[in-house]
């Protein structure tokens, strides 16, 4: 995550996913966690990862295949389904 250098880069890097995932449905949200000003970054959740909330499932079934193998920053993204009750409370309650 050192490509991350400001809390604005985290909001760009936001907006910069949603571009990408609305080739594939109905974005309701993008959330990437940033680490803590004083502390390790590594005691907030889902840090280090990107999440995103589609509309439908499908959308996100579509997304999921067409991350498959892509790279980022020189780095292969893992795509993951998130409980969306663990989802809801756990990043954006």
Do not use: H
């Amino acid at each position: 995550m050192n490509e991350i250098e400001s809390r604005i880069d985290y909001k760009e890097l936001e907006f910069d996913v949603e571009d990408e995932m609305i080739r594939y449905g109905k974005v309701v949200r993008v959330c990437v966690p940033r680490p803590p000003l004083f502390c390790d970054p590594y005691t907030i959740g889902g840090f280090g990862r990107v999440y995103v909330r589609f509309r439908e499932v499908e959308e996100a079934k579509r997304a999921k295949e067409a991350m498959i193998r892509r790279r980022f920053n020189g780095r292969i993204v893992e795509v993951q389904f998130y409980p969306e009750d663990r989802f809801i409370k756990g990043i954006w309650g």
